[in-house]
């Protein structure tokens, strides 16, 4: 969407229609005039029905036309038939916005009544949120205008949700959870605004401190990651149906796919979004983030007056990439003083069972000014020497009195007294959490949310200079064949166009072309099958590798021809190709899919012969930085292979994430073309001798 601000009178109307407005308790049209009323809504409320005069004590309408005053948005709870006569009045009227809570529309395959209807209200400049949602609520507007009972628990951060029963239930467990929201926003079936839109209106919203997304599949990606990546407020996600079978649950339910989990992660992180791994974490990270800094550097200290709650924290900060590191000398020096003799100052910092508020609040003081401290976790057991909530009073005091932008995080364990306090403490906005690990999660939160805007706000543009005209010419030349693939060579040739290192290569027709060129190209060399009938060369016998001399390349020549006609009689052969051999090394594949929902999208794996058993891959949306394509080497579980183990030198990693950066590029230029593609091996050798790509493959689109 262009102009944003055109979703104010979505969220912030000052009148609302309610078209299908009713006194029948049950129906949804009486929920959203009683919701409206009862969350004291100050704007003005006009309910539509064609037969009562008379809407729960307010002045009904026949029409939307006959309503004298301004309507700035309408909520639409008449049946599907209906809808495109009332969007017509709506639109008569000088209607702003339209919120659809009706069903019966894609997701129930009705696909083209949603694009009518879309088409309708553009008609009159008018934007539609739904069809097939709950509404709008907000605590900042006190507007409920949905059929969702009441509103949320007040909050500092929003939720925008694509299920709208799941944003009922979260919209009651906000009180259970002690965790709040300013907005809830079902978007349904996204026929118009979706999730971009929607971020991209919060980001500019004073009552807004955090993004929080339920995600089920995304209409547009790519539009999402540019608004996302803009955004000044963090977000966070949860994504659903990542299993195969999640999936198709997800894909029936919104008639949108939802795309392979690991795509949705690489588009996250690229832009700046946090992720959620559950509805629990959804919560617990979204109350963090909407009250706390990010955590600018890696060293976290944990404050303690229980050993087991420290041990916990203590691996719950490494599972969640914050490990622990020993406060520096003069921490330790300091921290000592308040403790007993038996205490630790280095990380977990024991204060031990005997500490009361004042060693909490003199240890929390010096440590969140210290230039070492990047956050602080404060861990409390309840005890009987001790006052929860006095504690959690000092502990805010301190961390004031402070004055630095610095997280602070904080977890009881106890009863009672303790959940009190961390009420006090959540209310007060400092995040509060039953448990350790819960507590070093949500700081785990905090940490990635700015290692990613680290990362982006590097500005590590990649400009590659890139030969279009001959890639796009070898692609015509195969189309023109009748091909929709092509070969090694002139798959390597298109790679070669945008710079990817790739092995030397001459095609032979004949055996005495095939020595020659073997001579030319110098011994050792590979010999391989060209045909583009033969797609995996292996298979037909069709690779022969370590061919030393113009006897065994005459041998070679004859072997392959013959294994290639057993294996498909009818196959067209181009010829043979004449390799380099490259030396040996650590084997390596990167490739290319369209993604559904992203669009050209990288990936990056050990490769070898074991690619498809061990899955050992990660992704990226192309276009991919330097700095992300170095984050993906460091990703996959192999990553201390290219690190160098056992006293093997570290692979050229710096190369291969130039590599990486260049496919991405090329896969992103030749979106109309390329559907898939990849290099299987990459040898990548040792750090600063660079990589070789021995075999590559493109499969084009179908024209
Ligand atoms: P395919 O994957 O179609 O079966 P490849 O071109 O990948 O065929 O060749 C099979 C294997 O042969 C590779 O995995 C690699 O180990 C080896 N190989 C292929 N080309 C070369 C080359 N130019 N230099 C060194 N080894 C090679
Ligand atoms: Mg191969």
Redesign the pocket.
Known sequence: MENIAALDSLFQPKSIAIVGASNTEGKIGYSVVHNLIESKYAGAIYPINPKDPEIQGLKAYKSVLDVSGDVETAVLTVPAKFIKSVIDECGKKGVKSLIIITSGFSEVGERELEDEIVELAHSYGMHILGPNIVGVLSNSDSMNASFAPFLPLNGKSSLVSQSGALLIAMDASTYTRRVGFDKLVSIGNMSDVNFGDVVGWLDNDKNTNCITLYIEGFKDGRHFMEVSRKAQKPIIALKSGVSAHGAAAAASHTGSLAGAAKVYGAAFQQAGVVQAADLDNLFDRSLALSLQPPMKGDNLLIITNGGGVGVLATDAAERFGIPLQFAPKDVQVELKKHMPAFGSAKNPVDITGMAGTEWYVDSVRYAIAHPWVDGVVVLYCETAVSNPLEIAQGIKAAVDEAGVDKPIIVSYVGGEKSENAMKWLVENGVPAYGAPDTAINAMAALRDYARMRELMDVNDETHHEVDREKALKIIASAREDGRDSLT?IEAKQVFAAYGLPV?KNALAKIEEEAVKLAEEIGFPV?M?IVSPDI?????AG??K?NIKNSDEARAAFKTILENAKAYKADADIHGIVI????PWGT?VILGSVNDPTFGPTMMFGLG??FVEVLKDVTFRVAPVSQGQAMRMLGEIRGAPILAGVRGEAPRDREMLADTITRYATMILDLSDEISESDA??V?VYEEGKGI?V??A?IILKKK
């Open positions: 090694e092995t590979v391989k797609l995996h060369k292996s298979d069709g690779v590798v390799q380099e051999m490259a084997e070898g012969i299987n091996p040898l070789k021995v075999d493959r």
